[in-house]
């Protein structure tokens, strides 16, 4: 069964900073692309940040970039997001995803981010 478990999120100020992680289990995790993708409350799905299976490619969101960095550790079947200067507007719930063939095929429960003073 695959699984993604979210962990790491909670109530920070703004210009503060937090490390999320995912940790994978149920598949070949070092195969996969994997995904940040984040909700604000009443709003839609935003993607935040992709990296590539071996680790050595990485995108971004224009609202993160220079701000957040993903990584993984594909001995641990994990994958990192840490996010820095933290802003009111990062809070959301925030979701790791694999991807498989450019679709995202299976979802976390989600960390709730909290950007507050």
């Known amino acids: 069964e695959v699984q993604l478990v979210e962990s790491g999120g909670g109530l920070v100020q703004p210009g503060g900073s937090l490390r999320l992680s995912c940790a994978a289990s149920?598949?070949?995790?070092?195969?996969?692309?994997m995904y940040w993708v984040r909700q604000a409350p009443g709003k839609g799905l935003e993607w935040v940040s992709s990296i590539n299976s071996g680790g050595s490619i990485t995108y971004y969101a224009d609202s993160v970039k220079g701000r957040f960095t993903i990584s993984r550790d594909n001995a641990k079947n994990t994958v990192y997001l840490k996010m820095n200067s933290l802003k009111p507007g990062d809070s959301a719930e925030y979701y790791c995803v694999r991807a498989r063939g450019g679709h995202l095929d299976a979802w976390g429960q989600g960390t709730l981010v909290t950007v507050s003073s």
């Open positions: 149920g598949f070949t995790f070092s195969s996969y692309w």
